[in-house]
Each structure stands twice: as structure tokens, then as C-alpha cells.
T-cell receptor
Framework: GNSVTQMEGPVTLSEEAFLTINCTYTATGYPSLFWYVQYPGEGLQLLLKATKADDKGSNKGFEATYRKETTSFHLEKGSVQVSDSAVYFCALSDLTSGSARQLTFGSGTQLTVLP | GAGVSQSPSNKVTEKGKDVELRCDPISGHTALYWYRQSLGQGLEFLIYFQGNSAPDKSGLPSDRFSAERTGGSVSTLTIQRTQQEDSAVYLC??????????????FGSGTQLSVL
């Protein structure tokens, strides 16, 4: 079956530090990969996505590259801000296995950025 | 409304009681999902509705869980005879691109359920 493994948190960084949150996946087909973000008191929001190998998703200064050879989709940002404090979820959707309706999520990584 | 609305935001109940959780999706979205987020765990798929098709109930953990979607809009998730292990945040999401490779889900803020 499909699975997503995320770097365990919590992660605490100072403002302007470099961020990496690791994500690796197992899938039977050719998944699309996503990062979702959940700010305090809000619902989940799609942050970025990539639908095929070597695609790079980017949004709000965050980037992640779909690496099929390492089955990874690590989230990076060069300079974090206090407002980036949130929980980040890696997820996949695998159309070819017939489970398109079922996003598989990682356990989430809590990021806290200190001023 | 502008986003997915869930109610109540918090629910505390006693073991053995029934609870109903409500989700109001974004107007016009044909797909509706329920997920569960237990403490320290990832999101767990529960059920999926798409238009007038039969729902995909493959994620429901037991027959104490059921869900309805009336008129293709509002959905209610019902948990009968609640147990302490049902304590979690229940998230609803809707989408206008069900099954598309780039489907984008819009999530509500969730209902925090605590079973004492």
C-alpha cells in the first residue's frame, strides 16, 4: 500500500534560518505529491504540488522537488519567517492504484520560528 | 460561504453517546471527503462523496461510523456509541476536481472530538 514518512518534529528555528522538512514515500503507481500547511486555528491549505518526476513545486518561498530515484519530496525554504510557524503535511495521491480519492498523508511536522 | 465550514468546532461527549458532526462544503464542489487526525498521527481517510455516486466508505473504521450527504451539499458524520479511541480532530474537505491528477482539496478547520 501507499505510505508517507515525514521528518519527526517539532522543528524550532530562528527567523531567516534555512528550513528542510524531509518526506519520503512508498507508492505502487505514479503518484502526485503535495505539501499541505495548517496554520494555527485554520484548516489545511495546499502549499505546493508536483505531478511527475523532476517537477518542482513552489509557493510562498517554499520549494519541493519530486525525486523518483530517492522517492522523496523534501520541503525547503531559504529564509523562514515567524509567520511560517505551522504544521506541514506531506501527502500523495496515486491515480494508477485506483485510490485517487484517498490522499495518503504523513503525520505532520510542527514548525516554530522564533523572532 | 467562502470556505468549508464545520460544526461544532469542539465537542466533548461521554463514552457510549452518539455524536453528529456537520460539514458545509464550498458551494458548487461536487466532491466531499471526511478525514480523521488522531494525536501524533497522519490524516486518515474515512469516506468520500462524489455527486450522486455511491460513497466510498472504505476508510470507515467500524460500523459505528456513518455519513450522509444531503442534496449533494451538506454532510453529516455520525459516530454511534462513541469510544475513547474516537477522540480526534475530524476534518472535512471539498473539491471541484474529483479524481483529477491535480485535484485541490479545501479543508475546514475541523471538529475536535473528545470522548471522556
Amino acid at each position: 500500500g501507499n505510505s508517507v514518512t515525514q521528518m519527526e518534529g517539532p522543528v524550532t528555528l530562528s527567523e531567516e534560518a534555512f528550513l528542510t522538512i524531509n518526506c519520503t514515500y512508498t507508492a505502487t503507481g505514479y503518484p502526485s505529491l503535495f505539501w499541505y500547511v495548517q496554520y494555527p486555528g485554520e484548516g489545511l491549505q495546499l502549499l505546493l504540488k508536483a505531478t511527475k518526476a523532476d517537477d518542482k513545486g513552489s509557493n510562498k518561498g517554499f520549494e519541493a522537488t519530486y525525486r523518483k530515484e530517492t522517492t522523496s519530496f523534501h520541503l525547503e525554504k531559504g529564509s523562514v519567517q515567524v509567520s511560517d510557524s505551522a504544521v506541514y503535511f506531506c501527502a500523495l495521491s496515486d491515480l494508477t492504484s485506483g485510490s485517487a480519492r484517498q490522499l495518503t498523508f504523513g503525520s505532520g511536522t510542527q514548525l516554530t520560528v522564533l523572532p | 460561504g467562502a470556505g468549508v465550514s464545520q460544526s461544532p468546532s469542539n465537542k466533548v461527549t461521554e463514552k457510549g453517546k452518539d455524536v453528529e458532526l456537520r460539514c458545509d462544503p464550498i458551494s458548487g464542489h461536487t466532491a466531499l471527503y471526511w478525514y480523521r487526525q488522531s494525536l501524533g498521527q497522519g490524516l486518515e481517510f474515512l469516506i468520500y462523496f462524489q455527486g450522486n455516486s455511491a460513497p466510498d466508505k472504505s476508510g470507515l473504521p467500524s460500523d459505528r461510523f456513518s455519513a450522509e450527504r444531503t442534496g449533494g451539499s451538506v454532510s453529516t458524520l455520525t459516530i454511534q456509541r462513541t469510544q475513547q479511541e474516537d477522540s480526534a480532530v475530524y476534518l472535512c474537505a471539498s473539491s471541484s476536481q474529483a479524481g483529477a491528477r491535480t485535484e485541490k482539496l479545501f479543508f475546514g478547520s475541523g471538529t475536535q472530538l473528545s470522548v471522556l
